[in-house]
């Protein structure tokens, strides 16, 4: 199977005519954000045009950190983990968090830069982060041949499942009095007097007062629709989750070559770090004054991968009316095939270092698709020229972690409620985008 096995949630069988607020996309942001309006009594539709946590929310490492993120990001990783610290009690459902430790580590000169500005960051945002030698490394990993010689380790960062915990939020947004309408596509944006008014879907329409678009890597298609330029790019991953494997390491770790983390199940989960692959489409050209600064400073971590999202990318529409199929339901769930030569040189890797993966047998293994943008920073933002519309994207493979944070802060914007942490670094002015063109 190259899918994860995830838990099915049900969509609503009628369609509600109006709601205070419109969420598209169900993923861990978009739930999130069904989940804390319909809990501050706001009346919410939630739409998903294939089915909950089917893209990139169930397909991630299931990382949940503070440390290691861009300057920008960390408020609101701190404000994400006390989040997830009280949902497992909060909505009353299993998310598999815990806090179990992330450690990451390193041998070479760039690397332990990269380290030193981690420790650097982490300090000035209060976090308990530790400075691990050589030793205290292996002291974290018994029995472990690691070559690494520095690592910065948290303890109360942790982890949480894919498969578990959008599916649970969505549900607890259901209970709360939401509307969870999966195989549902939202086709167009209904304005009036140049302000949104409704929601044109699949199954009819609905009249609304605000609407936040957390499409995820289908955002900048919905978005153009209007006009609005969002500078966004997809990335392909791959990642592997073991069978259970008794006497594997406890924390989650990264070093030059892998990713791995403990599962609830026993498992682990575990993918290639260090050479993501940004697919060629002719977004990539489009965009790519956006992207050229990154990809140059970031050359080292980026490769650019040619594949089925080329074709895909050149025979999609980019403008259709409400009226009209749209590509949303032609393709349900992006669903990648995993590329086995990177998992297999992470398991190769995974073992040289841990000798009790010599026994991991593969459960499962899948691609998904990252939706990035220039400075890996998600934008959440009232969109230009569209009053009414808040955009929710752009999470740029860190989505998982700060997801409930991200999503309530989107809710709290659409909502006019004060916001969970500053939203200016979000704002989608800072890639120089105005109102919508055309």
Known sequence: MTRPVVQEVAGDASLPRAVDLVVIGGGILGVSAALWAAEQGHSVALLEKGRIAGEQSSRNWGWVRRMGRAVAEYP????????????????????????????????????????????????????????LSRAELAEQFPGARLRDT???????????????????????????????????????????????????????????????????????????????????????SSVLATRPLPGGPRHALGNGAFGLRPRLDGGYTLARRGRAAVQITPDAFRLLPDFLPGLRRNRHELALTLDHGLWQGATTPRRWSAEAVTPFERCRVLDPEPQQHALGQAMREVRAVFPVFAQARVAQSWGGIIDVTPDGVPILDHAPGLPGLVIATGCSGHGFGIGPGAGQLAAELATGAAPLVDPAPFRLARFGRGAPAG
């Not at 430790?101 to 530790?130: C, H, K, M, N, P």
């Open 150 to 236: 520095e690592a910065v380790m948290t303890e109360e960062d942790g982890r949480a499942e894919p498969a578990l915990a959008a599916p649970a939020l969505a549900e607890a947004a259901r209970r709360a009095g939401a509307h969870v309408l999966t195989g549902c596509a939202a086709r167009a944006l209904d304005l009036s007097a140049g302000r949104v008014s409704g929601v044109v879907t699949e199954r009819g329409r609905i009249a609304c007062d605000a609407v936040i678009l957390a499409g995820g890597a289908w955002s900048r298609l919905f978005a153009g629709n209007h006009g609005l330029d969002l500078p966004q790019l997809r990335v392909r």
């Open 76 to 131: 609101l990783g701190i404000e994400s983990l006390r989040i997830w610290q009280g949902l497992n009690t909060r909505i009353g459902q299993e998310t598999g968090f815990r806090r179990s430790g992330i450690v990451y580590s390193g041998q070479s000169a760039r690397q332990l830069a990269w380290l030193a500005t981690v420790e650097r960051d982490a300090a000035q945002f209060g976090l308990a982060v530790r400075r």
